[in-house]
């Protein structure tokens, strides 16, 4: 599928702009087409090359895609470099940043999706490292049906945003949509202490949950640049799949309304 590649500045509450960069399908002489939209957010680094090439990826598949600078209440929407100042910048700004002001670039994005003529209304999020965390806590908005979280840091120990005391996981239970999280088990940001807390959690509150821990998978594994040797190519494509399994199925196909009737499994081999 074609995609044309743009840029939206909207205005934010908080006296800035935050650029979202937009990835749309393009079909040759259907120029009403209508596509389900998918928020993608970035690591701590912002919209980098990795960043695009994965949301182009998603929109090549039939999908709306925005990319949001989460940064602009700081810096302008040009990525941090992968370096050691890039890296203590984007880890400063994760925690100098208000909840509020997340949940609002948030809010802008779905906003800007819905009022997209050529955007089905229904909205995916996904994303990497902080992205993954952001993406699970768009799914607090009812208007998001799914999200595919990778490697989201932060939630076990609610440490995202100013004073470092984020609710996402005390709040899980809001969620209506279907999550899958995926952790590598040697994920150093994640230890298993964290991952079977939001497991636990997220359980105990119904969520539909695929929840993924992948062998010998370490943080950062779907980066790939200067992945610091951790990026790992095959399980990346298994992830892609697994997200696009998602996506179709809560996204691109209109399944109705849910009948309410429990599923009774049969006990056969």
């Given at each position: 599928?074609?995609?044309?590649e743009?840029?939206v500045?909207?205005d934010t509450?908080?006296?800035?702009?935050?650029?979202?960069?937009?990835?749309?399908?393009?079909?040759?002489?259907?120029?009403?087409?209508?596509?389900?939209g998918v928020?993608?957010?970035s690591?701590?680094?912002?919209?980098?090359?990795?960043v695009?090439r994965?949301?182009?990826?998603?929109?090549?598949?039939g999908?709306?895609v925005?990319?949001?600078?989460?940064?602009?209440?700081?810096?302008?929407?040009?990525?941090?470099?992968?370096?050691?100042e890039?890296t203590?910048?984007?880890?400063?700004?994760?925690i100098?940043?208000e909840?509020k002001?997340?949940?609002?670039?948030?809010?802008?994005?779905i906003e800007y999706?819905?009022?997209?003529?050529?955007?089905?209304?229904?909205?995916?999020?996904?994303?990497?490292?902080?992205?993954?965390?952001?993406?699970?806590?768009?799914?607090?908005?009812?208007?998001?049906?799914?999200?595919f979280?990778?490697?989201?840091t932060d939630?076990?120990?609610?440490?995202?945003?100013?004073?470092?005391?984020?609710?996402s996981l005390?709040?899980?239970?809001?969620i209506?949509?279907?999550?899958?999280?995926?952790?590598?088990?040697?994920?150093?940001?994640?230890?298993?202490?964290g991952?079977?807390?939001?497991?636990?959690?997220?359980?105990?509150?119904?969520?539909?949950?695929?929840?993924?821990e992948?062998?010998?998978?370490?943080?950062?594994?779907?980066?790939?640049?200067?992945?610091?040797?951790?990026?790992?190519?095959?399980?990346t494509?298994?992830c892609?799949e697994?997200?696009?399994?998602?996506?179709?199925?809560?996204?691109?196909l209109?399944l109705?309304?849910?009948?309410?009737?429990?599923?009774?499994?049969?006990?056969?081999?």
């Amino acid at each position: 599928m074609l995609l044309k590649e743009s840029y939206v500045d909207v205005d934010t509450s908080y006296n800035t702009k935050m650029r979202m960069y937009v990835f749309h399908p393009v079909i040759p002489n259907y120029p009403k087409a209508k596509f389900p939209g998918v928020i993608v957010y970035s690591e701590i680094y912002q919209v980098t090359g990795p960043v695009a090439r994965f949301a182009r990826d998603i929109a090549g598949q039939g999908y709306v895609v925005v990319a949001p600078s989460i940064y602009h209440n700081f810096v302008d929407h040009e990525p941090l470099a992968y370096d050691v100042e890039g890296t203590d910048n984007g880890n400063l700004f994760k925690i100098e940043k208000e909840l509020k002001s997340y949940d609002e670039d948030n809010a802008l994005a779905i906003e800007y999706l819905k009022n997209l003529p050529t955007c089905t209304g229904k909205i995916g999020a996904t994303g990497m490292c902080l992205g993954g965390h952001l993406a699970f806590r768009a799914a607090l908005d009812p208007r998001v049906q799914a999200a595919f979280c990778f490697f989201a840091t932060d939630i076990h120990n609610h440490a995202l945003g100013k004073g470092q005391n984020d609710d996402s996981l005390a709040r899980s239970s809001e969620i209506k949509g279907e999550l899958v999280m995926v952790f590598g088990d040697k994920d150093n940001h994640v230890p298993l202490e964290g991952r079977d807390l939001i497991r636990s959690t997220l359980r105990k509150h119904n969520t539909q949950l695929t929840f993924i821990e992948i062998n010998e998978a370490q943080h950062a594994f779907i980066r790939d640049e200067f992945s610091k040797d951790r990026y790992n190519p095959a399980i990346t494509k298994a992830c892609f799949e697994w997200l696009l399994e998602l996506f179709h199925r809560r996204l691109a196909l209109d399944l109705g309304d849910n009948d309410g009737k429990e599923i009774e499994i049969e006990d056969v081999c």
